[in-house]
C-alpha cells in the first residue's frame, strides 16, 4: 500500500460503556489505526469485538473515552456527528420513511445549505450513479432491500463526505445480491476517489472486496495489513482461525536466521518456517499450515507429517482431505481437482503430507 | 369443486355470525348508553321548556335553538346575538385551544425524555405520569385552587417575602381556567406521545445527525413527522375533553370565567331550560366535530407536503 495521506487517524482510542452491573465495559481497548486517503480499509471481527463502536466514535455518535481520532489530522473526537464532514451508511439503511427517495438523498445537502438548484442536479447524479434514477418519487417503504441499500448509499455519498463509513451495510441482503453489491461498491469507491471504511463479520467480504484490513478482537485490532498479508501471513492464533480455514501444530524453536526459524514439531520432524513482524516467542510455539498450501502424498514417500485419510469431501473445484495425525489431532488438505481426477486416496490408508515452500508460518502467541 | 366452495363460504358465513356476536355487547352499549340520550338530546332541544325544569312534551319549537346564540329584547321584541353565549363560546375554544399546545409543549419534551430512557426507567417515569389519574379530579382541582387562590401558597409566600403588596387575583380568571386543565389533561398527551416515541426508530434521528442537520432540523425534519400520529391522538384526547370541561373551570374559573361546561349545566339547573341546555349540548359536540374535521384535515395536508 503506497503511503498516502492519513484520512482518519486513531490514536490510543479507549471507550468505556456503563453496563447494568457495577463495572463498565471496554469496548474500545487503546486502539491505534490509520486509514489512508482513498483507501478501501475494513475492520473485520466477530460481534462485540468492538468494530461498530469504532465506526461510531469515527461518526461522532460516541464519544471516546480516552484518546483522539483525526480527520486529516485534526481532532474530530469532541465534534458533533453534524459537524464532521463523514456520512453513515446503517446496517439497516435507516432511510427517513416519511420522504421520498430523492427527498432521502437530497436531505444532507439540504441541511447543508446547498441552494436548491444544486440540491436538485447532485440528487439526479447520485440517482444516475445508484441506478435508480426511475425510483425518484417513491417512498422508501415502497422499494425492495436492495434498492434501499442503494438509497442509503446515494445519500450518504451525496454531500460529497471526506469519508464514507459503512455499517455492515449487505448482511440484511440475500446472497446474490450481496455478491452483486461488493462489486457495486468497489466501484462507487473507484468512481467517486472517497475513502471507504467498512464494517463487517463477513471474512470472505473483507478478503475480496478490502485494500486493507484490520482483524479485531475483544476491543483490540490484532492485525491490519492487505487481504493477502492477513491471509498468508496471520500473526495470531485468532487471526488465522478467523479467517479461512487454517492447521495447527505444536512445537518448539530450534534456530533462527534472517526471517525464517526451524522449529522441531510435537510430531517429531523439523521445517523452516516463516516468522511474524515485531519478534518471535520464546520457547514452545504454534505453527499454522492453511490446508491448501498442503499436498497430499502416498505414505511411502518423504512426507513431513504422517497419518491416515478418514474423510474425502468433494467440493467441485477442490477436494478436502481431513488426515488424522499421530498425536488424534486433525489435519486438513485441500487441493484442486485437475481435469481428469486427482491421484485417488482411499479413506482408511495411510498418506503422507507435505508443506508448500513458506506454507508453515509461527504465530506470535 | 363446488362442495369445497359451499364448505368455504360457510365457514364465512360462520366468521361474519361470530364476529357479530362476539361486538353485540359493545355495539348494545353503545346504542343504548350513548345513542340513546343523544336522541332523547335532539328531541329536547325541539321542544318548549317546562316551567320547572323539564320539557313540555309533543310541544314543538326552535326556542332552545333560537336562545344558543340570539335573544330576544324582552321590551322591543329586537333580535340581537347573545353576548354572553357568544363569550362563552369563544373563550371555549380559546382555552381548550391554549390548553392543547401548552399541553403539547410541556409533553413533548416529556415523552421523548421517558422515550430515551433505558426500559426500566421507562416504566417508572410512566408511572409517575399516571400517578394524578389515582386521585379525584375534583380533589386535584381543589388542590390547584389551594396553590393559586388569594390565600394560597404561592401568593402567601410572595407576600411573606415581600415581592407583592397585595395578593395577584388568579382565581376565576380564565389562566386559573388554563392551569387547571393544563395539570389535569397533561397525562393525555404525553401518553399517546409516549407510545408514538417509544416506536421512533432512533437510528433514523442518527442519520439525521449524520446528515449534518442541527438539533432544531432533526427535530422539527425528522422526529415531528415521525411521531404525528401522537401528536394528533394527544391533541385530540386534550382538545375534545377540553372543550366540554365542567369541573375544572366550575370550580377555577368560576362565574367569572364561564366555559361551555358550565353553561350547559345551568340551563338544566338554575336556569330551567333544557331545550336550550340540550341545544348547547349538540352545539358543543358539532363543534368538536369540525374541529376534528379541520385540524385531521390540515394535519395531513401538511404531512404529504413533507413527502
Known amino acids: ?365 | 369443486m363446488a362442495s369445497v366452495r359451499e364448505a368455504g363460504e360457510a365457514t364465512v358465513r360462520q366468521d361474519v355470525r361470530n364476529r357479530w356476536l362476539l361486538s353485540a355487547p359493545a355495539l348494545s352499549i353503545i346504542f343504548l348508553a350513548a345513542l340513546g340520550p343523544l336522541f332523547i338530546m335532539l328531541l329536547y332541544s325541539f321542544m318548549v321548556k317546562g316551567d320547572y325544569g323539564d320539557v313540555k312534551f309533543w310541544q314543538f319549537s326552535l326556542d332552545g335553538w333560537f336562545k344558543v346564540i340570539l335573544e330576544r329584547d324582552i321590551f322591543d321584541d329586537s333580535v340581537t346575538f347573545a353576548d354572553a353565549h357568544l363569550s362563552v363560546f369563544w373563550r371555549s375554544i380559546k382555552l381548550s385551544f391554549a390548553t392543547t399546545i401548552l399541553c403539547l409543549i410541556f409533553g413533548f419534551p416529556t415523552a421523548y425524555f421517558i422515550a430515551t430512557r433505558s426500559e426500566r426507567w421507562r416504566d417508572v417515569w410512566l408511572f409517575l405520569v399516571t400517578i394524578p389519574f389515582w386521585t379525584n379530579l375534583l380533589i386535584r382541582t381543589f388542590a390547584v385552587q389551594e396553590l393559586i387562590r388569594n390565600e394560597g401558597i404561592i401568593n402567601s409566600v410572595l407576600l411573606r417575602a415581600g415581592v407583592i403588596a397585595a395578593p395577584i387575583q388568579m382565581m376565576f380568571t380564565d389562566f386559573a381556567v388554563m392551569v387547571g386543565m393544563v395539570y389535569v389533561f397533561l397525562p393525555l398527551m404525553v401518553l399517546p406521545l409516549y407510545a408514538s416515541m417509544e416506536k421512533l426508530d432512533f437510528r433514523l434521528v442518527e442519520a439525521g445527525y449524520d446528515l449534518y442537520a442541527g438539533r432544531f432540523q432533526v427535530l422539527r425534519r425528522v422526529i415531528v413527522p415521525l411521531v404525528r400520529p401522537g401528536i394528533i391522538a394527544g391533541s385530540i384526547l386534550v382538545f375534545i375533553p377540553a372543550l366540554g370541561a365542567y369541573v375544572t373551570p366550575r370550580l377555577l374559573g368560576g362565574g367569572k370565567s364561564m366555559m361551555l361546561g358550565t353553561l350547559i349545566e345551568l340551563q338544566f339547573g338554575q336556569g330551567r331550560d333544557w331545550p336550550l341546555g340540550s341545544a348547547l349540548s349538540i352545539t358543543l359536540m358539532a363543534i368538536v366535530m369540525v374541529a376534528l374535521l379541520v385540524y385531521v384535515r390540515g394535519v395531513s395536508a401538511s404531512g404529504s407536503r413533507h413527502g
Not at chain 1, 463523514?86 to 439503511?93: A, D, E, G, L, M
Not at chain 1, 441541511?111 to 426511475?134: H, I, Y
Not at chain 1, 498468508?232 to 482461525?241: C, I, K, M, S, T
Not at chain 1, 534472517?258 to 518471535?280: D, M, Q, R, Y
Request: proline share 5%; aromatic share 6%.
Open chain 1, 1 to 365: 500500500m503506497a503511503a498516502g495521506r492519513s484520512a482518519i487517524e486513531a490514536r490510543g482510542v479507549t471507550k468505556l460503556f456503563q453496563g447494568a452491573g457495577q463495572e463498565a465495559v471496554k469496548a474500545l481497548d487503546n486502539v491505534s489505526v490509520s486509514i489512508q486517503e482513498n483507501e478501501f480499509f475494513t475492520l473485520l471481527g466477530p460481534s462485540g469485538c468492538g468494530k461498530t463502536t469504532l465506526l461510531r466514535l469515527i461518526a461522532g455518535f460516541d464519544f471516546p473515552t480516552e484518546g483522539e481520532i483525526l480527520l486529516y489530522g485534526e481532532d474530530i473526537a469532541p465534534l458533533p456527528p453534524f459537524q464532521r464532514p463523514v456520512n453513515t451508511v446503517f446496517q439497516n439503511y435507516a432511510l427517513f420513511p416519511h420522504m421520498t427517495v430523492a427527498q432521502n438523498i437530497g436531505f444532507g445537502l439540504e441541511m447543508l445549505g446547498k441552494p436548491k438548484s444544486e440540491t436538485a442536479s447532485r440528487v439526479d447524479q447520485m440517482l444516475r450513479l445508484v441506478r435508480m434514477e426511475e425510483l425518484k418519487s417513491r417512498k422508501t417503504s415502497q422499494i425492495s432491500g436492495g434498492q434501499q441499500q442503494r438509497v442509503a448509499l446515494a445519500r450518504a455519498l451525496a454531500p460529497q463526505p471526506k469519508v464514507l463509513l459503512l455499517d455492515e451495510p449487505l448482511s440484511a441482503l440475500d446472497y446474490k445480491l450481496r455478491k452483486d453489491m461488493q462489486i457495486e461498491l468497489k466501484r462507487l469507491q473507484h468512481q467517486t476517489g472517497i475513502t471507504f471504511i467498512f464494517v463487517t463479520h463477513d471474512q470472505e467480504e473483507a478478503l475480496t472486496m478490502s485494500d486493507r484490513l484490520a482483524v479485531m478482537s475483544k476491543g483490540k485490532i490484532l492485525q491490519v495489513g492487505s487481504p493477502h498479508e492477513i491471509y498468508d501471513r496471520p500473526a495470531e492464533r485468532f487471526v488465522a482461525n478467523f479467517i479461512g480455514e487454517t492447521n495447527f501444530l505444536e512445537g518448539e524453536i530450534v534456530a533462527v536466521t534472517a526471517g525464517e526459524a526451524k522449529v522441531k514439531l510435537a510430531l517429531g520432524p523439523t521445517i523452516s518456517t516463516g516468522v511474524p513482524e515485531g519478534g518471535l516467542p520464546k520457547g514452545s510455539v504454534t505453527v499454522v499450515v492453511r490446508p491448501e498450501h498442503a499436498n497430499l502424498v502416498k505414505a511411502a514417500g518423504r512426507a513431513t507429517l504422517a497419518g491416515v485419510l478418514e474423510t474425502v469431501v468433494y467440493f467441485g473445484t477442490d477436494t478436502h482431505y481431513h488426515v488424522r495425525l499421530a498425536n488424534g489431532s486433525e489435519f486438513i488438505v485441500r487441493q484442486q481437482n485437475s481435469h481428469g481426477g486427482n491421484e485417488s486416496f482411499k479413506t482408511g490408508s495411510k498418506v503422507g503430507v507435505t508443506f508448500d515452500d513458506g506454507a508453515a508460518r509461527v504465530l506470535k502467541d
